[in-house]
């Protein structure tokens, strides 16, 4: 229970809120098609390990090696992986901002740049057309 005199918190101001949802839309969408762009063009070095009758005998063990190898190689392509932990920090952005915001705004607003951010990303990385209904959608 509170006292009659306390005052309460003050509410940070709206353009907080706002610089919030473009920072994890853009974090969210502009990177997008940079992660993909990367995964796409992505040419793992040979593995001899894999190529190992161990490995080759057991389907499990292929498959668990081949995912591995598969994860560590996308992770030291600086090309996917720093998209990767600028779209990650996005995710603990919006985290933070849930907390703050109301949720029912919150996301759909996020989600909403993060589509039109990808759009354009897509139209900036890989020089696509926005076609009509895209741009009626947005």
């Given at each position: ?17 706002v ?49 591995f ?9 600086p090309?996917?992986a ?32 993060a589509f ?17 209904q ?5």
């Open positions: 229970m509170t006292s009659p005199d306390a005052t309460p918190e003050p509410q940070p101001a709206a353009i907080n809120y610089a919030g949802f473009l920072l994890v839309g853009l974090a969210w969408g502009f990177t997008t098609p940079f992660i993909r762009r990367a995964a796409k063009d992505h040419n793992p070095p040979p593995h001899p390990v894999l190529e190992s009758d161990a490995v080759r005998r057991s389907w499990l063990r292929s498959r668990i090696y081949g995912a190898f598969g994860v560590l190689d996308l992770l030291r392509n090309r996917y720093v998209p990767l932990l600028i779209n990650l920090t996005g995710s603990v952005w919006f985290f933070l901002l849930i907390g703050q915001a109301e949720l029912s705004l919150t996301v759909p607003i996020v989600n909403t740049l039109l951010f990808t759009v354009i990303g897509d139209w900036w990385v890989e020089s696509k057309v926005i076609s009509r895209t741009l009626v959608g947005m």
